[in-house]
C-alpha cells in the first residue's frame, strides 16, 4: 500500500491499495461510489444511509470513524484532510470530472476555508502515457487558458494531457495550494498498479482517507 507523504495531523490514516493488496488491509467502514466521472460530492452520512452505491464522485467525512474512499484505474485519485483533522474527502479527477468541477465542488462542500485544507495525488496515469484528442484540449483550455501548458502535441497529432498537472491548477485556483503526491504512473508500472488504457479488464485501487 502506498501511503502519503504529507503533513496530515496524527488522527488522519490514508492510503492508495497496490494490486496485491489484501482487503483485510482496508480500514472497516469503507463504503464505495458508484462513480460516473462526475462532479457530485455527497456525505459518508449519505452514503451510508443509501440503499445501493451512490451516483457520485467525492465523499466528506465529518466525525470520528469516517472513512472516505474512490476507486481508480488511471483517473486521478485526490485525498483531502483539514490541518486541524476535523474533515476529510476523497474525490475521484479523471478528466471529465476534473473539466465538471469535481474538485472545486468537493473544497466548496467542506467546512474548512481552502488554505486550511491538505491535498494529495494518489497513483494516476502520466503524460507520457495519456493520449487525448484537441477536443478534451480545448475543454480545459476554454476554461483556464494556461492548461494549455498541461498538453504537449505528439507525432500522431493529437496530446499528452497531464492529469496531476491539471488538478494542481484548479486546486490552486480553487484556494488550496499544501497538494503533495502525483509522482506515479498506473499505466507504467503494471507490477504495482491496475491500468484501464493498459488493460481494460483490470481491476481497481482503492484510496482511503479516514478520521479517527
Do not use: K
Not at 496485491?20 to 459518508?44: K, Y
Not at 488511471?74 to 470530472?97: I, K, M, Q, T, Y
Request: aromatic content about 6%.
Amino acid at each position: 500500500m502506498i501511503r502519503p507523504e504529507w503533513p496530515a495531523p496524527a488522527n488522519i490514516v490514508a492510503g492508495t491499495t497496490l494490486i496485491d493488496t489484501p482487503e483485510d488491509a482496508l480500514p472497516a467502514g469503507i463504503a464505495l461510489l458508484n462513480q460516473v466521472h462526475g462532479s457530485r460530492v455527497v456525505t459518508i452520512d449519505e452514503v451510508h444511509a443509501a440503499t445501493e452505491p451512490l451516483d457520485a464522485d467525492a465523499v466528506i467525512g465529518l466525525a470520528a470513524g469516517h472513512v472516505c474512499a474512490v476507486r481508480s484505474a488511471d483517473c486521478l485519485p485526490v485525498l483531502f484532510c483539514a490541518r486541524d483533522g476535523s474533515e476529510v474527502a476523497a474525490a475521484h479527477a479523471g478528466w471529465r470530472g476534473l473539466a465538471a468541477g469535481v474538485l472545486e465542488n468537493t473544497v466548496a462542500a467542506l467546512r474548512s476555508r481552502p488554505p486550511e485544507l491538505l491535498a494529495w495525488l494518489g497513483p494516476a496515469i502520466s503524460q507520457p502515457n495519456f493520449e487525448v484528442g484537441g477536443e478534451v484540449r480545448e475543454v480545459f483550455v476554454a476554461q483556464d487558458a494556461g492548461a494549455v501548458r498541461c498538453f504537449a502535441a505528439n507525432r500522431r497529432g493529437r496530446w499528452q494531457a497531464d492529469l496531476a498537472a491539471l488538478a494542481r491548477r484548479r486546486l490552486a485556483a480553487a484556494g488550496v495550494t499544501s497538494v503533495f503526491g502525483g509522482e506515479w504512473c498506473t499505466f507504467a508500472d503494471a507490477a504495482r498498479f491496475h491500468s484501464y488504457r493498459r488493460d481494460p479488464g483490470c481491476g481497481r485501487m482503492v484510496s482511503f482517507i479516514a478520521l479517527n
